[in-house]
Nanobody
Framework: QVQLVESGGGLVQAGGSLRLSCAASGISIFSANTMGWYRQAPGNQRELVASITRSGNANYADSVRGRFTISRDNAKNTVYLQMNSLKPEDTDVYFC????????????WGQGTQVTVSS
């Protein structure tokens, strides 16, 4: 059974930092073409925050570029999102995704972790 478990969310003041973790089981993150972090507010569409390819190339949403850093540790089967200089508008539920996994191209999602940034 494939599971992606996010952790590290919480309440932080504006300007603060959090590090989210996405621990995978039942699947190797190396099997995913792309590992990504998304966020979603109630009533809104889920949006891409950051992604990282199997080869380590990272991509960021304009709203977080320069503040957030995505990384992966294949040995620990975990993907991280370091979030610095947090703003109230970063408040959302953050989800981890394993995209286009080998061998069948399936996507997998975690259950999400809440990030709340107070002003």
């Amino acid at each position: 059974q494939v599971q992606l478990v996010e952790s590290g969310g919480g309440l932080v003041q504006a300007g603060g930092s959090l590090r989210l973790s996405c621990a995978a089981s039942g699947i190797s993150i190396f099997s995913a073409n792309t590992m990504g972090w998304y966020r979603q507010a109630p009533g809104n569409q889920r949006e891409l925050v950051a992604s990282i390819t199997r080869s380590g190339n990272a991509n960021y949403a304009d709203s977080v570029r320069g503040r957030f850093t995505i990384s992966r540790d294949n040995a620990k089967n975990t993907v991280y999102l370091q979030m610095n200089s947090l703003k109230p508008e970063d408040t959302d539920v953050y989800f981890c995704k394993a995209g286009s996994t080998i061998p069948f191209g399936r996507d997998y999602w975690g259950q999400g972790t809440q990030v709340t940034v107070s002003s």
